[in-house]
């Protein structure tokens, strides 16, 4: 088995073992953060929007409710039992849709998504270039794209990257901005900007 099949394993496991708690009080930081993200995209009319990295789909309900159920959103994991469990959270709700499948191919047609985010979750993919290739090719002309991580910019997370590094089979890298900006010219996208967050970063591109 290569490496990097190995790595989609083992964060499949890691995240089918954490679904059943990822609703929890313990994890309302994350979506405290990706409130931050959402507070970022201009959701208006019939757009469609994208969470890479999902779990059980707190981002797409909300981002769903703030366009008052226009438009359509849609939410990939690579845990089916995480998705199993946005599924079971968004009954009730009409324009949800959630996808078990990995970053690298993603099962959508070329200039689909005006908006992706992908929010804490980036640091576990081995190949960016290829999940990148991918983000651009759903892309609508001039959809964005919009990555929350901690960003190996700050001292503290390039200690904490090489701690995980040691401790988590799973883990792969946090980036800092050079990186992403480097990803995003291969990928033929264009790097916009990046705003602090915390110890995090939002990377902003567009197609």
Not at 21 to 39: A, E, L, P, T
Not at 48 to 69: F, H, K, N, P
Not at 94 to 122: G, H, L, Q, R
């Amino acid at each position: 088995m290569k490496e990097e099949h190995s790595k989609q394993v083992l964060n499949a496991n890691r995240w089918n073992n954490r679904a059943k708690n990822y609703d929890k009080q313990m994890y309302n930081f994350f979506r405290f953060m990706q409130k931050k993200v959402i507070s970022l995209l201009e959701l208006e009319g019939n757009i469609r929007m994208l969470d890479i990295g999902c779990g059980t789909g707190w981002a797409v309900r909300y981002a769903s409710q703030l366009c008052t159920e226009n438009g359509e959103f849609y939410g990939l994991d690579i845990s089916p039992i995480m998705i199993e469990k946005a599924k079971e959270h968004s009954l009730g709700y009409k324009n949800v849709y959630f996808i078990n499948a990995d970053s690298e191919t993603m099962p959508f047609e070329d200039n689909f998504f005006n908006f992706i985010i992908c929010t804490n979750s980036f640091h576990h993919y081995e190949n960016p270039i290829k999940v990148l290739n991918e983000i651009y090719r759903i892309l609508t002309p001039n959809g964005k794209i919009y990555i929350m991580d901690p960003s190996a910019d700050n001292t503290i997370i390039k200690i904490l990257d090489s701690i995980v590094r040691r401790r988590e089979a799973a883990h792969v890298k946090f980036y800092n901005t050079k990186e992403y900006k480097a990803f995003f010219e291969k990928s033929n996208i264009k790097y916009i900007e990046s705003k602090t967050a915390f110890l995090e970063k939002i990377q902003i591109g567009q197609k």
